[in-house]
């Protein structure tokens, strides 16, 4: 049997699904997609996710008002009932948009794992498919560490813990990353008990150590910190029993393993393909996301260990422009990546660390303020929140912010939106009214400190 070709054949129906465009029309498509269109953003990561945020965060404000002086009472969480309006949303929109492409006469879906089989040629099922060109969009996938025991387990990942049948009374959670750090305010304020197990001294290693020894303390107020430790082994009989490198055992009822992602270049054996990999084994691209195979470009979480929606989204545009355009390409842009953290209380940041900027040597000035220091943050008495601003002291731009506190992931935006622009600290914090008295008078005064 003859292979079936394509003009264009898209692995990964999330943000690869959004490369097509009028551009496209009249091009013979094929998109491979074995699970539910979407990817994982849609389906099992940060839309779902904050949809459970988002009760989270209000079952939290009913524990907590009574301290402002507001009777309101927790009384427990209908888990299913949450779930299944998260779910009875989420699963519609990745329904029609399988259903979508599948009623396009140009467009031929296959729900198979895709196994590149030579260059520009993939094995989809029982069928041999080439293509003119290849988008990689195939995202990443829970890495599962390899601990004594836990393989035999039915642990959760972040793929299915959000779909759990039943909320469980006591949760172990192992990692310390932003899986964890959402997941763990979602399930405790929800009714969980919950216990993170993590190797690192604090949680969320990478952000901005102030941001991570305040984030550490207030969960470790709220839950069972397992810090410096390790597990030496899991078993698993009617519950979950956790032996640690402390000599402790937690024993719970259902088991998350957030130990962070890897791409599904692998799975996908792209080398096979021409297709090359760094060390970590995400695909290595060019500037206008041209992998090392000839007509094969990839985007999104199999390319970038950043792993975030809207880097995808740009590559995405960045891709569907340079197909059409082949004597016009553009560049993708990752001067100013953003990323946020939907803990309790929530992360913004934009641009380097100020430890990474001490590591590099590179000079910089920096400004902290507490939200307490506004009128709103002290209208909310707010006692964690806060702003730390890092900018040259040559140019007076801005190098990079972290907010951390109520609303920060909106915040930090009107950061980025200076950055771009290229307005130094002072033209940001001068030339424009900040509302008086919401809570952006924070930015304005730590610009101004700057």
């Not at 006469?105 to 895709?114: I, L």
């Not at 962070?260 to 021409?274: F, S, T, Y």
């Not at 996301?289 to 989204?313: C, I, S």
Request: aromatic content about 6%; overall charge negative.
């Amino acid at each position: 049997m003859s292979p079936t070709h394509h003009d264009l054949l898209i692995i990964g129906a999330g943000s690869g699904n959004t490369v097509l465009g009028p551009e496209h029309d009249g091009w013979n498509v094929g998109i491979a997609e074995p699970w539910a269109f979407g990817g994982t953003c849609m389906n099992r990561g940060c839309i779902p996710s904050k949809m459970f945020v988002h009760a989270a965060d209000l079952a939290l404000s009913a524990r907590h008002a009574p301290e402002l002086g507001v009777h309101t009472t927790f009384g427990g969480a209908d888990w299913p009932a949450i779930r299944d309006r998260v779910f009875g949303r989420i699963d519609t929109i990745a329904d029609a948009g399988r259903a979508y492409r599948v009623s396009l006469d140009d467009v031929t879906v296959y729900e198979d794992r895709a196994h590149f089989t030579g260059p520009r040629t993939v094995r989809l099922g029982e069928q041999e498919v080439t293509a003119q060109h290849i988008v990689l969009a195939a995202g990443a996938r829970a890495s599962v560490p390899d601990i004594p025991g836990l393989a035999a387990t039915p642990y959760l990942t972040s793929d299915d813990v959000m779909r759990l049948d039943d909320m469980p009374d006591r949760l172990v959670i192992l990692g310390g990353g932003f899986i964890s750090v959402e997941m763990a305010h979602v399930f405790e304020a929800l009714g969980s008990r919950v216990t993170v197990v993590h190797r690192g001294d604090m949680l969320l290693r990478g952000v901005d150590e102030e941001v991570r020894r305040r984030l550490t303390g207030i969960y470790g107020d709220r839950m069972d910190l397992r810090l410096g430790i390790t597990v030496n082994q899991v078993i698993h009989d009617d519950t979950f029993h956790l032996e640690l490198s402390d000599g402790s055992v937690v024993v719970a009822d259902q088991l998350l393993v957030a130990t962070g992602r890897q791409p599904n270049g692998d799975l996908l054996e792209v080398e096979r393909g021409g297709i090359e990999v760094d060390s970590q084994g995400y695909v290595t691209t060019d500037a206008h996301l041209r992998t090392t195979a000839e007509g094969v470009w990839a985007l999104g979480d199999v390319t970038n260990p950043v792993q975030l929606k809207h880097t995808a989204n740009a590559e995405a545009r960045v891709v569907a422009h340079n197909l059409a355009h082949p004597g016009d390409l553009r560049a993708v842009d990752r001067r100013f990546v953003p990323h946020a953290v939907f803990g309790h209380p929530p992360l913004g940041s934009i641009g380097p660390t100020e430890q990474r900027l001490a590591d590099e040597g590179r000079p910089y000035l920096v400004a902290v303020r507490e939200y307490s220091s506004t009128a709103y943050g002290w209208a909310m008495e707010d006692t964690t929140g806060f702003v730390k601003v890092l900018a040259d002291p040559d140019t007076r731009l801005l190098l990079g912010a972290h907010v951390f506190g109520p609303q920060a992931p909106t915040l930090v935006q009107q950061l980025i939106q200076g950055m771009v622009a290229g307005q130094t600290v002072d033209q940001m914090a001068r030339d424009q009214l900040y509302i008086h008295p919401a809570l952006p008078e924070v930015l304005e005064q730590a610009l101004l400190e700057l």
